[in-house]
């Protein structure tokens, strides 16, 4: 059978499973909503983190006027940072309740206020409607809820690409020369899988402080345990198998035989237990952000979030807390569910 044959057989396997797909269109709109978020949210600062004191906790939908000073400031730019990070606004945005043009300005009456203000010179009058409110200072919920896709996206990425990289090449090592070399490997693995995950990231989050990248870093330091135990227990299978001991006779090197011949074969394994420590790096990430030790603000992150909103669950603003638990348990549910429809395609039993 060749490699095309089974690569249909797995599709059409995975296929069958509705849920799988559903959770695969899920995380590709995260993906994407990830890459355009400065095209979709609309706050374009960086990290959505224009603040407006003055709206904080407004309700769903609500539409507010803006004074903008300085419109030179506020004009697009085709820049890819701006793209992908967004841009500075240095305009004045003064939130108004009313307003009347006057002769070079206007009079306007700031939001929540009585007493009215005349400005002179160049403005610009604009409504922003904040299609799920504001939170607790005055920013944009829907923009900070999308950019949070982005934080738990990126963290998955990178906590799965090092723990992939650190289990899968201790895990081929100790599963191919077996002896010492396995002995050693097993002890490390035994010794880290003895301390509790989110004590060894706390530890290792506050010896390389608090930061963005610093996260990434500890979570994928404290994943790559489970990915050496299932890679060395699939190595010590497959390498008493003919082929490779055909390859072994042959005088093929070690490491070519580990690259074309073992590795091909354990693969499958390696995406099932890659989509569940996505998942997992991703209820990680929340839980440290909520703790405060995880990305700093002003990054929007969903655990953050909860943090600062957890209050006004037992108040008529409860969704402020609410959506961004439901957005974790979404994508954490959808990659647990891709996972396993992985593993039902690769399963020959299936």
Known sequence: MTSDSINKIIWKRFKGRKSSLLALFFIALCFFLSIFTYQIIPDKTPMANEMNLELATLPPFSKIDFLSIDVKCIESSSSIKSFFFGKINNCKM???????????????????????????????????????????????????????????LSIGLVAVFISVLIGLTLGLVAGYFRGRTDD?????INVVWSIPTLLMVIAITLALGKGFWQVFIAVGLTMWVEVARIVRGQVLAVRELEYVQAAQVLGYKSFRILKEHILPNIIGPVIVISAANFA?????EAGLSFLGIGAQPPFPTWGGIIKDHYSYIVMNKAYLAVFPGIAIMLLVLSFMILGNGIRDAFDVKY
């Open 94 to 152: 003064i939130p108004v309740q009313s307003f009347n043009k006057i002769e070079d300005g206007c009079v306007y009456k700031k939001f929540n206020s009585l007493v009215e203000n005349k400005f002179i010179g160049e403005y610009k009058f604009e409504t922003r409607t904040f299609w799920l409110g504001t939170d607790k200072f005055g920013r944009d919920f829907f923009s900070r809820l999308i950019y949070g896709i982005r934080v738990s």
């Open 184 to 188: 050693v490997i097993m002890w490390l």
């Open 280 to 284: 997992s790096a991703i209820l990680i």
